[in-house]
């Protein structure tokens, strides 16, 4: 099954599906939706798929890359990309920051992929779910309801920030 769903990112309908989408926030977009990446994360989820294997199928296609000649798993890689955009892990960040840190007009599209997930995944892993419980000044639990907004300062970035409390 896991290489079913890899090698979907190498046929030729997925390749047609994409169409000819000329920016790589476009291209991002048309992936983050295709069942393609939703299997990929779905797997990567449920532990159906590792990342080692994703690494060795990655590695398996650049073996058709060729100097000079446009790489033909480029909508493959940047699914991969795709796929690996709001996963936490050493794997995934390197992965992404390595394809974006490459200079090669061979593979410009997935490269271009990578670094607009880059964009996003900036937003996505600074922003920290916090679970604390409040107390008043005698001891008494506060309990803040549903919708409500804290003000609270940091000690280490000295600045304000906001949290909205919602159902736990």
């Known amino acids: 099954m896991v290489a079913k769903i890899l090698q979907q990112l190498t046929s030729d309908d997925f390749v047609v599906s994409a169409g000819s989408l000329s920016t790589p926030s476009s291209l991002r977009r048309f992936l983050q939706r295709s069942p393609e ?25 650049l073996q058709d890359l060729r100097r000079g000649e446009r790489f033909p798993h480029q909508l493959a890689v940047a699914a991969i990309a795709v796929a690996l955009e709001d996963r936490a892990t050493e794997f995934a960040d390197g992965f992404l920051h390595d394809l974006s840190r490459l200079e090669l007009a061979e593979m410009s599209a997935c490269i271009r992929v990578a670094r607009d997930c ?11 779910s916090r679970s604390f419980c409040l107390a008043a000044g005698d001891g008494s639990s506060l309990s803040p309801t549903r919708g409500s907004t804290i003000s ?17």
């Open 37 to 61: 990446v939703a299997a990929i994360k779905e797997g990567l989820r449920q532990e159906a798929i590792t990342e080692n294997t994703l690494r060795n199928f990655v590695s398996s296609l």
């Open 152 to 168: 609270f300062r940091t000690e280490v970035a000295q600045s304000e920030q906001r949290l909205t409390c919602g159902a736990s």
């Open 118 to 128: 880059l964009k996003d995944r900036v937003r996505v892993t600074h922003t920290r």
